[in-house]
């Protein structure tokens, strides 16, 4: 074999290889001898066919495996000699395939960065301890209540409100013709909830029971329904009764609403789920915390192929919301637009510093996790797969199954675990000093963080029940950590006993669900 470096720049490696045709011919007449001492051909004895016709049946097939091959050991080969240690998988272009000619390919990979590490013993951690107080519970319970969906009868006759539950009958044209999935009746629907597309809900605003009005409008452009988007429809609406919201107190009726028997034992839940929920923010905010500081304190240069490769898969979820985002807007939503006034080329920009940093930090995390020999056990692996596998309820097998053939996504299912493993580890030898604060001093922290990890300066002042939203699930997270629970909705886990009521409207029909 023979080995041409051809170009070193960088962590740039490409090489011009040469395999002897001898050496393939050689290998592929070995083949065609294995197959006939057991060949078994019409008018031929068993293990008497010429190797000639063995050739013609399956020389091309046997030359394909034997140049796969030789490739594969000649690049393991290369690497093991030269002691090189790609970053990602190498490239391999075949250049000259034998037939009566020698085997030409090049090899192209890009190396590992050689890393100075910096010492983990002097790191500094705050460890941010939350302590929940009466208010923190007050008002998560307040909102509990806030958020509760009763209806009943109007208190006194009057047209139909936002926030109100109205039942219609409807039906929907395009110009004269009815369309399929536009027709309901007896549909509940509370004004305001957006259920329907927009314009729809607010049209009925204004409306008594008894009333039949048209509603007009235009399906959005992105309405998944071809033959619909962009139509504009009429629908025939008869308002059959109106509802008004029953407000919660906090008391006893409150927590039954919640499955528990009384105020005491929503306020013991509160306070417990509250407690849980700041704490693993303040997990996150460390671990973000200890990243920054892991990524600022190493310099070193990356690999460029494997930083596109990430820019363009972190492109790609930002192009998914961004049409996510464009489609709620249509639909009436008034969130925040984080790429409202960029432009391509800034936001191209931006996200390619946050590929840069995951690169960075992926890298620097395998390379400690072989210096100090951290890595994941099989039980570990097979907990990563089994969790991803209970996401998909009655396919477990054939989860499991598609990890086993496909090794790259398994990589890429198992990744968060070792880092959450890695970072573990590194925070042990950190010095940490543990302060108790308060929640909203916790959600000051964590934005600081995220601000700080973005790359951004300006501190921001929001509440914070919606900095812990945004802190804790930035859409831009160069750090990519595990997903943590909102502490403004601390009483999801009380509701898990909850039951569906029946005035809860039920998603349906010409606007969002019949499509």
Aim: glycine share 6%; proline share 5%; hydrophobic share 40%.
């Amino acid at each position: 074999m023979e080995v041409l470096e051809i170009q070193a720049k960088g962590l740039k490696r490409e090489f011009k290889i040469t395999v002897p045709v001898a050496d393939i011919t050689g290998k592929v007449d070995a083949k065609l001898k294995e197959i006939s001492a057991t060949a078994n051909l019409p008018g031929f004895r068993k293990g008497h066919v010429p190797l000639s016709l063995l050739r013609g049946k399956y020389g091309k097939q046997l030359l394909s495996e034997v140049v796969q091959r030789a490739t594969a050991e000649a690049v393991q080969g290369l690497l093991k000699d030269r002691n090189l240690r790609p970053a990602a998988q190498p490239h391999v272009a075949i250049s000259a395939f034998p037939d009566g000619k020698d085997l030409e390919f090049t090899l192209t990979l890009e190396l590992i960065p050689e890393i100075d590490f910096m010492d983990f013993t002097k790191i500094e951690i705050e460890r941010l301890e939350p302590v929940i107080n009466e208010k923190a519970v007050e008002e998560a319970m307040a909102n509990a209540a806030a958020g509760q969906r009763r209806h009943g009868p109007l208190s006194k006759a009057r047209p139909a409100a936002m926030g109100d539950l109205v039942t219609i009958d409807f039906l929907g044209r395009l110009g004269d013709v009815p369309f399929d999935g536009g027709t309901a009746e007896n549909q509940q629907l509370e004004l305001g909830g957006g259920q329907f597309i927009p314009g729809f809900e607010e049209q009925l605003v204004g409306a008594k029971a008894g009333d039949s009005l048209t509603v007009t409008l235009n399906f959005p452009d992105t309405y998944p329904a071809e033959n619909l988007a962009g139509k504009e429809a009429t629908f025939d609406v008869t308002v059959k009764e109106i509802q008004e919201r029953i407000p919660f107190a906090v008391d006893d009726d409150l927590a039954k609403a919640f499955g528990l028997e009384n105020l005491d034992q929503l306020r013991t839940q509160m306070k417990e789920n509250l407690e849980q929920e700041y704490k693993n923010v303040s997990a996150v905010r460390e671990k973000r915390e200890y990243l920054g500081i892991l990524a600022e304190g190493h310099d070193f240069d990356l690999p460029q192929g494997v930083v596109e490769a990430e820019f363009e898969a972190v492109w790609e979820q930002v192009q998914g919301r961004r049409e996510q985002q464009k489609l709620a807007k249509e639909q009436g939503a008034t969130d925040e637009d984080e790429f409202e006034g960029k432009d391509d080329a800034t936001l191209k920009e931006e996200y390619r510093d946050v590929a840069e940093r995951r690169v960075r930090l992926g890298l620097l995390l395998s390379e400690i996790g072989t210096k100090y020999d951290v890595s994941l056990t099989q039980e570990e692996i097979n907990e990563g797969v089994q969790a991803e596998a209970r996401h998909h309820p009655g396919q477990e097998q054939q989860v499991f199954e598609y990890f086993q053939k496909n090794p790259d996504a398994l990589q890429r299912l198992i990744a968060p675990v070792f880092e959450k493993k890695m970072v573990g580890f590194l925070v042990e030898m950190a010095k940490i000093t543990t302060r108790k604060v308060a929640p909203d001093e916790l959600m000051n922290a964590v934005q600081a963080t995220m601000e700080q990890a973005i790359g951004k300066t300006e501190k921001k002042t929001a509440t914070p029940k919606k900095k812990a939203a945004k802190a804790v699930k930035s859409k831009k997270d160069a750090d990519k950590p595990a997903k943590s629970a909102k502490p403004a909705k601390a009483a999801k886990a009380a509701k898990a006993k909850k039951k569906e009521t029946a005035e809860k409207p039920k998603k349906k029909a010409a606007a969002k669900a019949k499509k």
